[in-house]
């Protein structure tokens, strides 16, 4: 069966980073594309970024953009979420998905998305 398991999460002062990774694996990786939302609490879940299957184009909130970088290695399965000058609002519980195979264009809504990790929790202090 498909998994999707997220590492990386953790907590930073304002202004630090932090690198996400999320390990595929039950799929054919290079054929989905795979994207990271965030869940703060009482918010619904949002998305942050996502890279599409073939060709590598990204795309961003704009609350991310010039600070987060999603990245993916094919090789690995893996797909990663770089996150720089981190602020408290950036603090929420975030999740890596992947869409369904060869789908056209990037889906920025979680309804889009069949497969979900479990969460990794980032908690960035002031």
């Known amino acids: 069966q498909v998994q999707l398991v997220e590492s990386g999460g953790g907590l930073v002062q304002a202004g630090g980073s932090l690198r996400l990774s999320c390990a595929a694996s039950g799929l054919t990786f290079g054929t989905h594309t795979m994207g990271w939302f965030r869940q703060a609490p009482g918010k619904e879940r949002e998305f942050v970024a996502a890279?599409?299957?073939?060709?590598?184009?990204?795309y961003y909130v704009d609350s991310v953009k010039g600070r987060f970088t999603i990245s993916r290695d094919n090789a690995k399965a893996t797909v990663y979420l770089q996150m720089n000058s981190l602020k408290p609002e950036d603090t929420a519980v975030y999740y890596c998905?992947?869409?369904?195979?060869?789908?056209?264009?990037?889906?920025?809504?979680?309804?889009?998305?069949?497969?979900w990790g479990q969460g990794t929790q980032v908690t960035v202090s002031s």
């Open positions: 890279i599409y299957w073939s060709g590598g184009t990204t």
């Open positions: 998905a992947a869409d369904s195979p060869h789908t056209l264009g990037l889906r920025t809504t979680p309804r889009g998305y069949d497969y």
